[in-house]
């Protein structure tokens, strides 16, 4: 029966063993997920910043584009004229707002340089390139070319370019920022991803543009998987992250790529697994170390409980021979081993103590602790505890995992991470404690924080708004171009809504596209908003944060100030529309309004008039006072022209000195006769400019119609009759021609006046 009951007590012994070592290896296993979990976290969170940084890169050289296009565009439409010495000045300004060490040139429709921002000339054409083949059949957009070597230094490089184009729509060349792959290496040089990480700068078919460390041999060939990150692109996902086999050295890396914006770049981060699960791996040693000391002890004191009483011997022997065991597990133990009696003095130190303190054991035994290991700030509460510890064997570091700051024996101080355990004796309690030195852990996690805050330093740098909204649209982040922008604090704004935090104003502006983003889309658009008294607008980016199981666990905003190309925008159109000599409307906004007025003139059922104008003898004006008194003729002209109307009516330049007058809302004929005896009237008075006095006289043809029963191009070309009519009756006069009912068959009603 006895020897059933110990059987049973084995068995139950051995299940209890095997079972804290199935426990230990789930933990560790758990534990591993847990670190590759955190290093997939890191490497798309790392991938997301560079690609936001690359595309602030890619925006402020295509706003340079655009800018240095809109100049030019702005000069040529302004009648200014383009020449080397200007051109490359306005090209130098432009590559300044990069803030990198590029080159802008503008080539001619047959890919020659017209106008660069380096002095040196060059003299060979780049129509060959499929930057500038790509923009001769169509505009392209902002194009970004294949890497290739410069002709001009030897150097791989990219180019971004945009289209010139003339009033037709005619190719008249392109604008270009011409950028080596140095650029892009400086750039990377910025994010951290350890001794053997890798960053690389690709396009959307795997072609390699830069790296990091450099690769020459690497550039401009495939180094993106058909079957991986490629494939990905090509089926519509933008970003991802997976674990591969480098074939070049065979290390495993964790992969993350992610377009960088609309654009065909593509960014891609590579960290280390096994620089990563370092620690884990020392964890793991650890944790195996003590669960097959603590397992050795238990089935030791098992096996002991069966033996019998006449080979007590037999058993001491072997408990000697245990204890020896022990002695050598704990003397090589990876992590320094101490033991400690009641008054504080070491009994046991292991190699790995000699080995992170710097004190041998025959140094160390039977010395005080406080003196060896213990700061002196720390000296007066650990004897305080100690004496506690003696008599209780409790105390704030005992059962637990602290981390605690130690002396070695050099006088620096080291972090080590320390595990204590309390022996009863019968004297008193005695400590047995593991220490293991942190040092590479902390440094690892000083990393991390620099590595946080580049990324914060990148991002408050940046001339953009970025932020993160969280699921409940909660502002979880944002950089500290928020405060320049919107006035808003980036620390006491995170964690409240947003709304609250940007007003429901521009909180309503954005709320259809918050809600498309957070139900997976990706959302661009743009948005005019004012916030501390400056109009701003916006060209806003919504990126959803989708979680592996597909959810959304928030979105990535990130916003450019676009307002200046938008300015330039609206002034030329404002040019598109304006004579530049007089002013007044020009021949192209003068057909938009007639259009308009005929259209108001059918629906309201009200006659309207258009009247022809030119000046009388202006051949001959031009002939005697030059071109320059025939322009100020013309300005003078048109502005006493423009006194004679109402704000409604429109007065127009036709053509050298032909205008038009638009007269809307009339009650009948005799309307458009004042206006016209008005407009004869106020060119009485001489034209004085300086100490000449010039008589001027105009010729006036009007037509006087119903929309309801003509067409614009019939009316223009009725006035124009009249008009030739006027100058036939001698000029200085006007000709009215009434045309109601004209294309129903009705015939014209002329007067002369």
């Given at each position: 029966?006895i020897?059933r009951h110990?059987?049973?007590?084995?068995a139950l012994?051995v299940?209890?063993?095997l079972?804290?070592?199935?426990?230990?290896?789930l933990?560790?296993h758990?534990?591993r997920?847990?670190?590759m979990?955190?290093?997939?976290r890191?490497?798309?969170?790392l991938?997301?910043?560079?690609?936001?940084?690359?595309?602030?890169?890619?925006?402020?050289?295509?706003?340079?584009?655009?800018?240095?296009?809109?100049?030019?565009?702005?000069?040529?439409v302004?009648?200014g004229?383009a020449?080397?010495?200007?051109?490359?000045?306005m090209?130098?300004?432009?590559?300044?707002?990069?803030?990198?060490?590029?080159?802008m040139?503008?080539l001619d429709a047959?890919?020659?340089q017209?106008?660069?921002?380096?002095?040196?000339p060059w003299?060979?054409t780049?129509?060959d390139r499929d930057f500038?083949?790509?923009?001769?059949?169509?505009d392209?957009?902002?194009?970004?070319?294949?890497p290739?070597v410069?002709?001009i230094?030897?150097k791989?490089a990219i180019v971004f370019?945009?289209?010139l184009?003339g009033?037709?729509?005619?190719f008249?060349?392109i604008?270009q920022?011409?950028?080596?792959?140095?650029?892009?290496?400086?750039?990377?040089q910025?994010?951290?991803?350890?001794?053997?990480?890798?960053l690389?700068?690709a396009?959307?078919?795997?072609i390699?543009?830069?790296?990091?460390?450099?690769n020459?041999?690497?550039?401009?060939k495939?180094?993106l998987?058909?079957?991986g990150a490629?494939?990905?692109?090509?089926?519509g996902?933008?970003?991802?992250?997976?674990?591969?086999t480098?074939?070049?050295d065979?290390?495993?890396?964790?992969?993350?790529?992610?377009?960088?914006?609309?654009?065909r770049?593509?960014?891609g981060?590579?960290?280390?697994v096994?620089?990563?699960?370092?620690?884990?791996?020392?964890e793991?040693?650890?944790?195996g170390?003590?669960?097959v000391?603590?397992?050795?002890?238990?089935l030791?004191?098992?096996l002991?409980?069966?033996q019998?009483?006449k080979?007590a011997?037999?058993?001491?022997?072997?408990l000697?021979?245990?204890?020896?065991?022990?002695r050598?597990?704990?003397?090589?133990?990876?992590?320094a081993?101490?033991g400690?009696?009641?008054?504080?003095?070491?009994?046991d130190?292991?190699?790995?103590?000699?080995h992170t303190?710097?004190?041998?054991?025959?140094?160390?035994l039977?010395?005080?602790?406080?003196e060896?290991?213990?700061?002196?700030?720390?000296?007066d509460?650990?004897?305080?505890?100690?004496s506690a510890?003696?008599?209780t064997?409790?105390?704030?570091v005992?059962?637990?995992?602290?981390e605690?700051?130690?002396?070695?024996?050099d006088?620096?101080?080291?972090?080590v991470?320390?595990?204590?355990?309390?022996?009863?004796?019968?004297?008193?309690?005695v400590?047995?404690?593991?220490l293991?030195?942190?040092s590479e852990r902390?440094?690892?996690?000083?990393?991390?924080?620099?590595?946080?805050?580049r990324l914060?330093?990148?991002?408050?740098?940046l001339p953009l708004?970025?932020?993160?909204?969280?699921?409940d649209?909660?502002?979880?982040?944002?950089?500290?171009?928020?405060?320049e922008w919107?006035?808003?604090?980036?620390?006491?704004?995170t964690?409240h809504?947003?709304?609250?935090?940007?007003?429901p104003?521009?909180y309503?502006?954005?709320r259809e596209?918050?809600d498309?983003?957070?139900?997976?889309?990706?959302?661009?658009f743009?948005?005019e908003?004012?916030?501390?008294?400056?109009?701003?607008f916006?060209?806003?980016?919504?990126?959803p944060?989708l979680?592996?199981?597909?959810?959304?666990a928030?979105i990535?905003?990130?916003?450019t100030d676009?307002?200046?190309s938008k300015?330039v925008?609206?002034?030329?159109?404002?040019l598109?529309?304006?004579d530049s000599?007089?002013?007044?409307?020009?021949?192209?906004?003068?057909?938009?309004?007639?259009q308009?007025?005929?259209a108001?003139?059918?629906?309201?059922?009200r006659?309207?008039?258009?009247?022809?104008?030119?000046?009388?003898?202006?051949?001959?004006?031009?002939d005697?006072?030059?071109?320059?008194?025939g322009d100020?003729?013309?300005r003078?002209?048109?502005?006493r022209?423009?006194r004679?109307?109402?704000?409604?009516?429109?007065?127009a330049?036709?053509?050298?000195?032909e205008?038009?007058?638009?007269?809307e809302?009339?009650?009948?004929g005799?309307?458009?006769?004042?206006?016209?005896?008005?407009?004869?009237?106020?060119?009485?008075p001489?034209?004085v400019f300086?100490d000449k006095q010039?008589s001027?006289?105009?010729?006036?043809g009007i037509?006087?119609f119903s929309?309801?029963?003509?067409?614009a191009d019939?009316?223009v070309?009725?006035?124009?009759?009249?008009?030739?009519?006027?100058?036939?009756?001698?000029?200085?006069?006007f000709?009215v021609s009434?045309?109601?009912?004209?294309?129903?068959?009705g015939?014209d009603s002329t007067s002369?006046?």
């Open positions: 029966m020897t110990r059987r049973l007590l084995n012994g299940v209890l063993i079972t804290m070592c199935a426990v230990v290896a933990l560790l758990r534990s997920d847990r670190a979990d955190d290093l997939r890191d490497t798309k969170n991938t997301s910043a560079l690609a936001l940084y690359t595309r602030g890169v890619v925006a402020s050289i295509d706003l340079a584009l655009v800018g240095g296009r809109d100049s030019l565009t702005l000069l040529e302004t009648g004229k020449t080397p010495d200007l051109a490359a000045e090209l130098r300004n432009n590559v300044a707002s990069i803030g990198l060490p590029v080159l040139r503008v047959d890919g020659y017209r106008f660069s921002s380096d002095p040196q003299t060979q780049s129509s500038f083949k790509a923009h001769v059949a169509r392209a957009g902002l194009y970004i070319s294949q290739f410069s002709r230094n030897g791989w370019s945009r289209r184009s009033p037709g729509g005619e008249k060349g604008i920022v011409g950028a080596p792959m140095e650029v892009f290496e400086d750039i990377f910025r994010f951290e991803v350890g001794a053997r990480g890798t690389i700068l396009d959307d078919n795997g390699l543009l830069a790296r990091r460390p450099a020459p041999e690497l550039v401009a495939k180094v998987r058909d079957d490629l494939g990905q692109l090509r089926s996902v933008n970003s991802g992250v997976r674990i591969n480098a074939p070049v065979g290390l495993q890396r964790m992969l993350g790529f992610e377009r960088v914006a609309s654009t770049l593509v960014v981060v590579g960290q280390s096994d620089d990563w699960l370092a620690k884990w791996r020392r793991a040693v650890i944790s170390t003590v669960t000391l603590f397992g050795g002890v238990a030791f004191m098992l002991r409980t069966t019998h009483a080979e011997a037999q058993r001491t022997a072997q000697e021979r245990s204890e020896d065991r022990i050598s597990i704990l003397a090589n133990a990876p992590d081993f101490i400690i009696d009641q008054q504080g003095r070491i009994t130190w292991n190699r790995q103590a000699q303190f710097g004190w041998t054991d025959e140094q160390a039977g010395r005080s602790l406080a060896l290991l213990i700061p002196p700030r720390m000296r509460s650990h004897t305080a505890g100690l510890f003696a008599n064997g409790t105390g704030p005992i059962d637990k995992r602290i605690l700051t130690a002396l070695h024996r006088g620096r101080e080291i972090p991470e320390v595990s204590v355990a309390a022996l009863p004796t019968p004297s008193g309690y400590a047995n404690a593991f293991h030195d942190i902390k440094e690892a996690a000083a990393r991390l924080a620099l590595v946080h805050r914060r330093d990148i991002t408050d740098n708004l970025v932020s993160y909204v969280d699921k649209r909660r502002l979880r982040f944002c950089n500290a171009t928020w405060r919107l006035g808003v604090d980036p620390t006491s704004a964690g809504l947003l709304e609250e935090v940007i007003g104003t521009l309503e502006q954005r596209s918050l498309r983003a957070l139900g997976g889309e990706r959302v661009s743009d948005v908003s004012v916030a501390l008294g400056i109009n701003r916006l060209h806003t980016v919504y990126v944060d979680q592996p199981d597909g959810t959304v928030g990535y905003a990130v916003s676009v307002t200046a300015k925008e609206i002034q030329l159109q404002d598109a529309h304006a000599l007089t002013g007044l409307p020009n021949r192209r906004r003068f057909e938009e309004r007639l308009e007025a005929v108001r003139s059918r629906r309201d059922q006659p309207m008039a258009l009247m022809f104008l030119d000046v009388d003898h202006f051949k001959r004006i031009n005697t006072l030059g071109h320059a008194g100020a003729v013309l003078e002209f048109a502005r022209l423009a004679c109307i109402r704000a409604t009516d429109t007065a330049r036709f053509a050298g000195d205008f038009v007058v638009i007269l809302g009339l009650h009948d005799e309307d458009a006769n004042v206006v016209a005896g008005n407009i004869v009237a106020e060119l009485q001489p034209f300086g010039l001027v006289t105009t010729s006036i037509a006087i929309g309801e029963h003509v067409s019939v009316a070309a009725k006035a124009d009759e009249a008009l030739y009519r006027a100058k036939d009756a001698g000029r200085n006069t000709v009434s045309m109601d009912f004209t294309e129903m068959g015939g002369r006046h």
